[in-house]
């Protein structure tokens, strides 16, 4: 297939076409969750950009080693090299084994992604299970004196790299705005530079993930493990990385910067970032108490949303936009996607049944042209579902008689349907929607009011039978001080 894959990289800021390094095998590395609490709609924009990506270089025939890590250790609170560890801190408040929390919000978050059909990736790894090769990296970086030992912690050296490299090649900053914008706290006077940052760090006698090195028993520094996973599974120099536009400063930034000490090369040559989503015009986020999770978004329960809305939902939602866009999140905007989805896959059900006739009146090879067009211009979702509703208009004029489509062109508008919504959009057709979602949540309430009912009248015989009979149907009841509520079991 002719190359014709243009493609927005961060680095050189602006589009190029895609050229591999070593074609047809692409190495893609993506920044992946730390997992010490439930993933919400901010997790899910990354996961479904690039799996995006990595579903349309696999259908242009590519080979794509996708890696996207889980962040167990060094995730320090504030993204800064202060503070206590996001999951050692979880550990605590929870009385939990650290990996415990890991190991939860990692399956947690396997089924969120599950329910978005986000395909896993090629390697998952988890930084925990890197320390060696972080702590070999390190050594490579001192070795080539881009970084101090201080008090048992390492730090990169960020003034010296400077001179001959560029610390802000990616994010565009400079470092005498970076002074002006450091905060000084408390234990940075181990660094010569506030703007320093930790390849490694001695541990705190309380701290508790830890393991030895040959400067203390410590941790590895957030950046760290991204440039040794990287290196170890796709070499030294790969094709694509990805994240969020959070990630951009200082993590990318810092990754570049370490693997250029370590291997006297630049990392990456693509280097790719989705925008945020926001709330009503307002960043979201835990701390700002308005982050939703999507396990809230799958059931409605919570009180910035109408109802619930189905996982494929939320996908069609975010793909509607460009990667590279700001999306403002809103009810009447999903209920808006719910409806376009609906439109999409009642036409592709009357896809099936038409027949074909001796002309087409609509020229279908042009509007597949229209859709690899559109993704092949930095993969730009909403306008190939903007084409893709031109074909849901054709379908449905064929269905009406108003238009005619001959056989081969009928194949053709299948088998384009096919690939882009489901394969490479990743659409499927739920079983259960939001909607049906709310009759469930109905329906339970009315079967629980009579148990309750039959209980204040010391009918527990109907009460058991009631619960057996859902217990049947794997749903639990819970019976409470407020009263009953329900869930699904596992
Ligand atoms: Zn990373």
């Given at each position: 297939?002719?190359?014709?894959l243009?493609i927005?990289n ?8 895609f050229e ?18 439930d ?10 950009t690039?799996?995006?990506?990595f ?26 090299d202060?503070?206590?560890?996001k999951?050692a ?10 990996m ?16 978005l059909n986000?395909?896993?990736p090629?390697i ?11 702590i070999e990296?390190?050594?490579?970086i ?8 201080s008090n048992?912690s ?7 790299y ?6 802000g ?10 002074i002006?914008?450091?905060?000084e706290?408390?234990?940075q ?6 703007y ?14 830890r393991w ?15 440039s040794?996973?990287?290196t ?5 120099h ?6 969020g ?18 291997n006297?090369?630049q990392?990456v040559?693509?280097?790719l ?16 108490g308005?982050?939703v ?5 799958f ?9 619930a ?11 509607q936009?460009?990667y590279?866009?700001t999306?403002d999140?809103?009810?009447e905007a999903?209920?808006s996607?719910?409806?376009g989805?609906?439109?999409l896959?009642?036409?592709?059900k009357?896809?099936d049944?038409?027949i074909a ?15 690899y067009?559109?993704?092949?211009d930095?993969?730009?979702s909403?306008?190939?579902i ?8 054709i ?5 009406d008689k ?7 062109d ?11 919504v489901?394969?490479?959009l ?7 929607t ?10 339970l309430s ?6 309750q ?8 015989a ?25 869930e699904?079991?596992?």
């Amino acid at each position: 297939m002719e190359n014709k894959l243009k493609i927005h990289n961060t680095l050189s800021r602006k589009k190029e076409l895609f050229e591999p390094i070593n074609s047809p095998y692409i190495g893609m590395y993506v920044c992946g969750p730390t997992v010490y609490g439930d993933a919400h709609l901010g997790h899910a924009r990354p996961a479904i950009t690039f799996d995006l990506i990595f579903r349309y270089l696999t259908h242009l025939g590519y080979k794509v080693r996708y890696v996207r890590n889980i962040t167990d250790v060094g995730h320090l609170e504030a993204d800064a090299d202060e503070g206590e560890d996001k999951i050692a801190k979880k550990a605590r408040l929870e009385n939990l084994e650290p990996m415990e929390v890991v190991q939860y919000f990692s399956d947690r978050y396997h089924k969120n992604m599950d329910q978005l059909n986000v395909k896993n990736p090629s390697i998952e790894p988890r930084a925990s299970g890197h320390i060696i090769e972080q702590i070999e990296m390190v050594k490579k970086i001192l070795e080539a004196g881009y970084a101090y030992e201080s008090n048992g912690s390492v730090y990169f050296d960020v003034k010296k790299y400077n001179k001959k490299n560029n610390y802000g090649i990616l994010s565009g900053r400079k470092i005498e705005d970076m002074i002006a914008n450091t905060r000084e706290l408390e234990g940075q006077s181990e660094k010569k530079n506030p703007y320093d940052f930790a390849l490694w760090k001695k541990a705190q006698p309380e701290h508790i993930m830890r393991w030895p090195s040959p400067w203390s028993d410590g941790f590895p520094g957030w950046h760290m493990e991204c440039s040794a996973m990287s290196t170890k599974y796709l070499g030294e120099h790969f094709d694509i990385h990805g994240g969020g536009l959070d990630l951009l400063f200082p993590h990318h930034e810092s990754e570049i910067a370490q693997s250029v000490a370590a291997n006297k090369m630049q990392p990456v040559k693509y280097w790719l970032h989705n925008n945020m989503i926001t709330l009503n015009g307002q960043k979201m986020g835990k701390s700002l108490g308005n982050a939703v999770s999507l396990d809230e978004f799958f059931t409605g329960k919570n009180d910035l949303l109408e109802q619930a809305y189905s996982p494929i939902t939320i996908r069609f939602f975010i793909l509607q936009a460009h990667y590279r866009s700001t999306i403002d999140f809103s009810n009447e905007a999903l209920q808006s996607a719910e409806k376009g989805l609906k439109k999409l896959f009642t036409a592709i059900k009357s896809l099936d049944k038409l027949i074909a006739s001796e002309k087409s009146t609509s020229n279908i090879k042009a509007l597949r042209e229209k859709c690899y067009d559109a993704m092949n211009d930095d993969f730009n979702s909403p306008i190939l579902i903007a084409n893709l509703f031109e074909g849901v208009r054709i379908i449905n004029s064929i269905k009406d008689k108003k238009e005619t489509i001959s056989a081969e062109d009928l194949e053709i508008l299948k088998k384009l349907f096919n690939d882009f919504v489901f394969d490479i959009l990743g659409l499927k057709t739920e079983e259960t929607t939001g909607k049906q979602n709310e009759l469930v949540d109905g329906l339970l309430s009315t079967i629980l009011s009579i148990r309750q009912e039959a209980k204040s009248n010391k009918d527990y015989a109907t009460a058991d039978i009631i619960r057996n009979e859902l217990g049947k149907l794997n749903i639990q009841i819970k019976d409470t001080k407020e009263g009953a509520s329900w869930e699904i079991g596992d």
